[in-house]
């Protein structure tokens, strides 16, 4: 059975960077699509972006001047990092996996299947 | 950027109602999209992908239909349990989510 276990400071001061990781067990991490996603308290869902495990990424426009994933196949982990962050940054983030599924050539579904439980990040000084 | 709109935001119902919610994308998507539930203080779980594929293991009181900009999910029949805030998400291009609709019971 996957499971996926975010880990990382739970409280960043402002302009600083937020660095989190999500250790993969259960699988090999080198398949799929690695996600971020955060959710603002009592708030919606944010994709932040994800990491290919040949190592191509794709971010989300309003974010992508300040995050970076990475991957270490080695350590089974993918990475998070988020550069001078605020207070607007505070969230609950998740990793995920996101499977990808052959359907009827040449459509293919995405779809995040197995998600961590998530872990608070908190933006102040 | 594709924008997710859903509608509406918060629903409270009866138990064995039929519940439906809507998620209009902001340009044609096709089938690229997904619907998710999200119980309070738990991670999000996948129900319907593809815009009407029922993942395994999700009862078939959860259905979900559409194509193009303009999607629908269903709950057939409302169990206390489907208390959650259920998400659109589309795959299109990139990945963005609807706001959210909160279900409760009436």
């Known amino acids: 059975q996957v499971q996926l276990q975010e880990s990382g400071p739970g409280l960043v001061k402002p302009s600083e960077t937020l660095s989190l990781t999500c250790t993969v067990s259960?699988?090999?991490?080198?398949?799929?699509?690695w996600s971020w996603i955060r959710q603002p308290p009592g708030k919606g869902l944010e994709w932040i972006g994800y990491?290919?495990?040949?190592?191509?990424?794709n971010y989300n426009p309003s974010l992508k001047s300040r995050v970076t994933i990475s991957l270490d196949t080695s350590k089974n982990q993918f990475s998070l990092k988020l550069n001078s962050v605020t207070a607007a940054d505070t969230a609950v983030y998740y990793c995920?996996?996101?499977?990808?599924?052959?359907?009827?050539?040449?459509?293919?579904?995405?779809?995040?299947?197995?998600w961590g439980k998530g872990t608070t990040v908190t933006v102040s000084s | 950027d594709i924008q997710m709109t859903q509608s509406p935001s918060s629903l409270s119902a009866s138990v064995g109602d039929r519940v439906t919610i809507t998620c209009q994308a902001s340009?044609?998507?096709?089938?690229?999209l997904n619907w998710y539930q999200q119980k309070p203080g738990k991670a999000p779980k996948v129900l319907i992908y593809?815009?009407?594929n029922l993942e395994t293991g999700v009862p078939s009181r959860f259905s979900g239909s559409g194509s193009g900009t303009d999607f629908t999910f269903t709950i057939s029949s409302l169990q206390p349990e489907d208390i959650a805030t259920y998400y659109c998400?589309?795959?299109?291009?990139?990945?963005?989510f609807g706001q959210g609709t909160r279900l409760e019971i009436k």
């Open positions: 995920a996996r996101e499977t990808e599924v052959a359907g009827t050539w040449p459509h293919y579904y995405y779809y995040m299947d197995v």
């Open positions: 259960g699988d090999s991490i080198s398949y799929y699509y």
């Open positions: 990491i290919y495990y040949n190592g191509n990424t």
């Open positions: 340009q044609d998507i096709s089938n690229y």
């Open positions: 593809d815009a009407s």
């Open positions: 998400q589309q795959y299109h291009n990139l990945r963005t």
